[in-house]
């Protein structure tokens, strides 16, 4: 682990030493496994250190031998919570190299469900936070909603969590019966499920109490340290792959890039809240323009890219999301 | 740490938290949601109770999920599909599958010939990852993962299954609703 000098010049409360807890790797809060080396005053944390890495499963050595089309299972389960924007990566990578013409309508059915995967990505994140913070409710509410994406989920592609969602060229098949009214009934119905979390929280004294101030992060921090996403729109960049280098449909919908003003875990709140309507707005958008016919490429019966180095990227749930081939 | 700047609260705003607006309404907001889980309404959903009463009623999964695999007879000579081609075995990332195949001696217009057909099947539940590459593989629609997602087992053992099980599915206990 490496280590960081946490400076102990500040006085803490009752004028006691300040106390060292260190947090995970197994600690079941961590959501996933972190090491986090607090530095206590009481109960306020005045410096922590991430020990990262405990989530690495060699998937490079894992992919050294598989075929190309044997390796997408295993990108669903780098996030196994946006599954559907992971195996996107891997696919589009492998398609430009190879350079196959994907079907428009495979594209917006692509861009379709990425989205919902980002809605529901961000809805498990507002369930948990919610819950970590003290808002109980959230969490059931927005796993509800949840629920009604990964049917759609489970309808198209067979699995609700790790889905398998995309092939090479293509879709393993067209959208099934009924797709559009299913996306159609959330994409009505959402909007007053995000204006009811907004009632219980956004102007919720405790919830205000928990979040304005905290975790404050500085464009120029954000930048620094790499961040991408949600996170750094929070800290008032607008950056977004889906409009800086757009793929799968995104050229052709309207959206607005959400940006926060001050960086704290409230801005955040806000940037994800939004940027969950503006999904709301892509998905409607996609759907009604959505063309017909064939979803998938003409794709050779073996899938050999040619060699050589290549990066492409897309946006996922929790920020920039690549696949690099070598 | 870089601090924020919070605006200052008007006094409508003062007033507002006095009177415990802010919580007044997310409560009402929850007590809306219990009167609609006692009369199972809800105006946007259109019913309030969300609960499914499993396992005394079964989920309906969707026809295309990808659950407990099985190997398809055909369904008037109920023999099976399966010419033991070994596709869905060389698909499988995981290497899940082993089929195993015999020689036998027929006779093709009157001549002897030998015809590799199955004797074996052996799926191991335990390593499946449910990426259905093997179906999508199969020439036959032989194999296919069906609808059927308890897997359980008491045993590491009770996780591979053998062609018998492929074949004819595995007992499951159903409870009365
Ligand atoms: S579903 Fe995937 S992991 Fe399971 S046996 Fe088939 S190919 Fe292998
Ligand atoms: S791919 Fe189908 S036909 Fe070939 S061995 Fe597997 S189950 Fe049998």
Known sequence: ?326 | MPLVNVPKPTFSQKLKRFFLVDLMKGLGLTLKYNLGAITDRDAVAGHGIYTEQYPKVRPDVAPRFHGAPRLNMDPETHDTLCIACNLCALACPEDCIDVIAMDIEITVAGKPRKKKVLDEFIFDTSRCMFCALCQEACPTACLELTQDFELATYSRAGFVWNREMLEQGRETVKYES
């Open chain 1, 1 to 326: 682990m490496h280590q960081v000098e946490i400076a102990t010049t500040r006085e803490t409360l009752l004028d006691s030493p300040e106390m060292v807890l260190n947090m995970g790797p197994q600690h079941p809060s961590t959501h996933g496994v972190l090491r986090v080396v607090l530095r206590l005053d009481g109960e306020t944390v005045i410096d922590l250190d991430c020990d990262i890495g405990y989530l690495h499963r060699g998937m490079e050595k894992i992919a050294e031998n598989r075929q190309y089309p044997m390796i997408a299972p295993y990108w669903d389960r780098l996030d196994y919570i946006a599954a559907v924007s992971n195996g996107l990566v891997w696919v589009e990578t492998v398609e430009q190299m190879m350079r196959l013409e994907v079907p428009p309508r495979a594209h917006y059915i692509r861009t379709i469900l990425t989205e919902l995967n980002r809605i529901s990505s961000h809805l498990l994140w507002l369930a948990t936070h919610a819950l970590d913070i003290g808002a109980v409710t959230i969490l059931l509410w927005a796993l509800r909603e949840r629920e009604e994406v990964l049917k759609i989920f489970e309808r198209q592609f067979g699995a609700r969590l790790t889905c398998h969602a995309w092939r090479i060229g293509g879709m393993p098949s067209d959208a099934y019966e009924g797709f559009s009214a299913d996306v159609n009934r959330f994409v009505n119905n959402f909007p007053k499920r995000i204006d009811e979390y907004e009632t219980v929280l956004s102007e919720n004294r405790i919830w205000l109490g928990r979040t304005v101030g905290i975790g404050v992060i500085s464009a120029e921090d954000a930048v620094a340290i790499g961040l991408s996403g949600p996170a750094l729109r929070g800290s008032g960049v607008a950056w977004d792959i889906r409009k800086a280098r757009p793929y799968a449909a995104y050229a052709d919908v309207d959206f607005d890039v959400p940006v926060g003003e001050n960086g704290d875990t409230y801005d955040r709140y806000l940037v994800r809240l939004e940027e969950m309507r503006q999904s709301r707005r892509i998905v409607q958008q996609a759907l009604e323009k959505m063309p017909d016919g064939p979803v998938n490429a003409k794709t050779p019966k073996i899938i050999k890219p040619p060699p050589g180095e290549y990066y492409h990227s897309i946006e996922g749930p929790k920020g920039e999301i690549g696949g690099r081939h070598a």
